[in-house]
Each structure stands twice: as C-alpha cells, then as structure tokens.
C-alpha cells in the first residue's frame, strides 16, 4: 500500500521527504537531517525537471543511488563548513569541572586515611585522594578526575 502511495506520488515523493527530513531537523539536535533533506529535495527536483522529458535512465534506482551519494557528499562539505566556522570558547574549561578546581585551596573535611579522605569546595564534598593528612589540614587541589580530585598539602 505505502509503495503504492509513493508510486502514485512519483517525484514529488522526494520532495515530501526532504520536507519530512527538514522538519526532523528541527525536532532532533545535530545537524544531520538537514543535508540529506537538501538530497532529497535535489533528487525531486531533477526527477520532476526530468519526468517531461521521458528520461528513462532516471529511474528509482538512479534516484537513490544520486539521494545515497548527494547525502553523503553534503553532509561532508556541510560538517566541513560548520568547523570552519566554530569559533574557540571564550570559557574552554566550562564542563570540566576538575579542570576547574585546579589549584584551589580547601581544609579537610575528613582525615585522608589510607589515600582517601574527603574535602569541601564550594557546596559540593569531594572524595579526594593524596598521602594520609588529619582532618582540618590546608590542602591545594592538584589533579584528579570525574570521582576523585587528586590533592597536596599547601
């Protein structure tokens, strides 16, 4: 039945995809959808140029094989052009919170003991790990990662 429905809609069934895809791009993140809408609607376009002219090269076949190698092309030359136009981050450490702690200072919350104790930085209580300190020591962060901030004395 849908065949059918595409069949009967011929060329312009390309150019309700594209539609469709162009739509999809604005419901979905990233910028995918956009360049194989863009196929599509070229693909509609050429087969309607081509329908009155009884172009019989241009059959279903040569229309998705042109959609399969138009999408991948402009999606290329598309991801090309949007890094070209990134511009650096005026905040480059903004979801890197550890990256962000670097070099902080803060007074033990909890003993280290045995290479693991607990610090205080802001409102969060972090797992920090160093060499055994008591409680109420004057620490300075010095690495770490997502779990565990890696910390010196002061």
Excluded: C
Excluded at 35 to 41: F, S
Excluded at 60 to 66: D, E, R
Excluded at 132 to 138: E, M, N
């Amino acid at each position: 039945m849908i065949i059918e429905w595409i069949g009967a809609l011929g060329a312009w069934s390309w150019v309700i995809l594209g539609l469709v895809m162009l739509v999809l791009e604005l419901l979905a993140p990233g910028v995918f959808f956009m360049w194989m809408g863009a196929a599509a609607l070229i693909v509609g376009g050429a087969s309607l140029a081509f329908a009155g002219n009884g172009a019989e090269a241009w059959g279903w076949q040569a229309q998705v094989l042109t959609f399969l190698v138009l999408s991948v092309i402009l999606a290329y030359a598309g991801r090309s052009w949007l890094a070209r136009r990134e511009k650096p981050s005026d905040e480059p450490m903004l979801n890197n919170r550890v990256a962000q702690l670097i070099g902080r200072t803060a007074t033990l919350e909890q003993p280290i003991t045995n290479g693991v104790g607990h610090v205080r930085l802001g409102d969060t209580l972090w797992r920090v790990q160093g060499p055994d300190l008591p409680a109420g020591t004057t620490v300075r962060v010095s690495g770490g990662n997502s779990d565990r901030l890696e910390i010196e004395r002061a």
